[in-house]
């Protein structure tokens, strides 16, 4: 199954967000769509990243993703099951599923982000061991940006409520998309 965002902005500063679920039965194919409206500038158009600072040092700043290709296919290698959530060949779905198994597999360019502040916050800190920072994204800028922003609603870990994000060009995340950056202690206190 995948879920698909689209933005349309509309007067008096709201937003229509049309959600839109692919899903596949045995025999058939189906999308249904859902509606969701937003004020700009409420907490629903905001996404998180959290990131060590040895790791924000080492990348200068920038939302580096470890692969280079948004499409790919998944291999014979143990490191998925055959659940229905990958798909034959190379797709872009498939290269968000496996960035939520491990980080560039695949040689897949996607960045992880959250809906959840906290979740960004325990992965900047290494589950609260360094310090780290937090970006906060702008999550109505990415389609104007070209920023791919794929969201399952059956993800493999749902409390991480990930967002996988990558580039038009397969490399660093624009900073356009980036509203704040601010610090956080090892006990993900913000400083």
């Not at 500038?41 to 990243?49: H, T």
């Not at 291999?75 to 290269?95: C, I, R, V």
């Not at 982000?113 to 310090?131: D, L, Q």
């Not at 409390?159 to 998309?177: F, Q, R």
Request: charged share 25%; glycine share 8%.
């Amino acid at each position: 199954m995948l879920c698909r965002t689209h933005l349309h902005s509309s007067q008096h500063k709201k937003y229509v967000i049309l959600v839109e679920y692919d899903y596949t039965t045995a025999h058939n194919f189906y999308t249904t769509t859902d509606v969701v409206y937003i004020t700009l500038g409420s907490s629903a158009m905001r996404l998180y990243r959290g990131v060590s600072k040895e790791l924000d040092d080492l990348q200068g700043g920038k939302h580096l993703p470890k692969g280079s290709k948004k499409k790919v296919c998944p291999l014979m290698d143990g490191k998925w099951t055959f659940d229905g959530t990958f798909h034959h060949g190379y797709s872009a779905e498939n290269g968000a599923r496996a960035h939520q198994i491990e980080t560039g597999l695949y040689d897949g360019c996607y960045v992880s982000a959250s809906r959840s502040e906290r979740v960004a916050i325990k992965f900047a800190t290494f589950g609260f061991t360094v310090p780290g920072w937090i970006y906060v994204l702008d999550e109505s800028v990415l389609a104007s940006r070209s920023v791919d922003a794929i969201e399952f609603p059956d993800p493999l870990y749902p409390s991480e409520v990930e967002v996988s994000l990558a580039s038009p060009d397969n490399g660093a995340l624009p900073e356009g998309i980036i509203i704040e950056k601010y610090e956080v202690d090892s006990c993900g206190r913000r400083t």
